[in-house]
């Protein structure tokens, strides 16, 4: 079962250099999110996207673009890598109703991005 | 600022013993989430309390979801160590967005 496919699982970028977050969902899921989670803070939501062809930020989405490229995908950017985006980044799933419903999020295993 | 407080950020415990890991908020809830998370994983549901005061159990643990919907426990009986991990509590609010704890980092030894 892949559920939730997320890469790289690993980078390291210097300041100023920018990349792009692949994430990918078999669930035929409605909703996907992207979350950071770093010591002490728990997980923050950067960007969600509730259903094909929309998406919204979250609580900390500056520094970040998201692209929902089909019902499988979404997909995360960082322009100009900054040294205060090093995290661990999350990519969620769920099924329907986004934020409505008591659905339970399916989460990727992460991607550990440094940024020198 | 954490919406969400958990309480203790990290408890070491023998395996055998009891825990109880807690999760309090000013806000009210329609919904609260707990979730472990394993060291190189993403986090894992293990449970979703929707109604005041409910109380739910997952073999050796046990979920309760406060009165007034703006706290909750997690109490583990007789502990393993395949209980050792990052727990995290996320409550919907009114607004409809999740909000996550910071976690509390659970070791069990043998």
């Known amino acids: 079962n892949a559920g939730v496919t997320q890469t790289p699982k690993f980078q390291v970028l210097k300041t100023g250099q920018s990349m792009t977050l692949q994430c990918a969902q078999d669930?035929?899921?409605?909703?996907m999110y992207w979350y950071r989670q770093d010591p002490g803070m728990g997980l923050r939501l950067i960007y969600y996207?509730?259903?094909?062809?929309?998406?919204d930020k979250g609580e900390v989405p500056n520094g970040y673009n998201v692209s929902r490229l089909n019902k499988r995908e979404f997909s995360l950017r960082l322009e100009s890598a900054a040294p205060s985006q090093t995290s661990v980044y999350f990519c969620?799933?769920?099924?329907?109703?986004?934020?409505?419903?008591?659905?339970?999020?399916?989460f990727g295993d992460g991607t550990r991005l440094s940024i020198l | 600022t954490q919406l969400l407080e958990q309480s203790p950020q990290f408890l070491s415990i023998q395996e055998g013993e009891n825990l109880t890991v807690y999760c309090n908020s000013s806000?009210?809830?329609?919904?609260l989430q707990w979730y472990r998370q394993e060291p190189g994983e993403g986090p894992v549901l293990l449970v979703t309390?929707?109604?005041?005061?409910e109380v739910k159990k997952l073999k050796r643990l046990t979920f309760q979801f406060g009165d007034a919907r703006k706290d909750s426990s997690l109490h583990i009986t007789a502990a393993q160590t395949g209980d050792t991990g990052l727990y995290l509590c996320?409550?919907?609010?009114?607004?409809?967005?999740?909000?996550f704890g910071a976690g509390t980092q659970v070791v069990v030894t043998p």
């Open positions: 969620a799933s769920s099924t329907t109703g986004g934020w409505i419903s008591n659905q339970p999020q399916h």
């Open positions: 309390v929707v109604t005041g005061g």
């Open positions: 669930m035929n899921h409605n909703s």
């Open positions: 996320a409550g919907r609010g009114p607004w409809g967005k999740l909000q």
């Open positions: 996207s509730a259903s094909e062809g929309t998406t």
């Open positions: 806000s009210v809830f329609s919904s």
